[in-house]
């Protein structure tokens, strides 16, 4: 990345909880390809299962705990130099 000219940031990684009734499940499942690649009524009865598992097992409510990672670069900035030639500051070498 530096030899691109850039400075990488340290990364940030936000913890957060995802909670979903059994519709919330039911609606995230049925976007996963491996799931919609499915036959419909092949889908519809795995997309049952889920919501009975969540309505049954975990009293309708399922906490999912999630990281966001977030990775930042920073165009290096070309400083002058006493001999005229730039020097790109923020990049280790």
Same mark, same amino acid.
Request: charged fraction near 20%.
């Given at each position: #990345?530096?030899? =691109? ?9 936000? %913890?957060?909880? @995802?909670?979903?009734?059994?519709? $919330?499940? %039911? ?5 996963? /390809?491996?799931? /919609? ?9 795995? @997309? ?10 975990? =009293? ?5 705990? #999630? ?6 670069? %920073? %165009? =290096?900035? @070309?400083?002058?130099?006493? =001999? $005229?030639? $730039?020097?790109? /500051?923020?990049?280790?070498?």
């Amino acid at each position: #990345m530096t030899d =691109a000219g850039f400075v990488p940031d340290p990364p940030e990684f936000i %913890r957060w909880t @995802l909670r979903l009734d059994a519709s $919330g499940v %039911r609606s995230l499942y049925a976007t996963y /390809s491996n799931v /919609s690649a499915l036959a419909p009524t092949e889908r519809a009865h795995l @997309l049952d299962a889920l919501t009975e598992i969540v309505t049954g097992q975990f =009293a309708g409510r399922v906490d999912r705990n #999630m990281t966001t990672a977030i990775y930042i670069a %920073r %165009r =290096a900035q @070309l400083q002058p130099s006493a =001999a $005229g030639l $730039g020097r790109i /500051s923020g990049l280790k070498r």
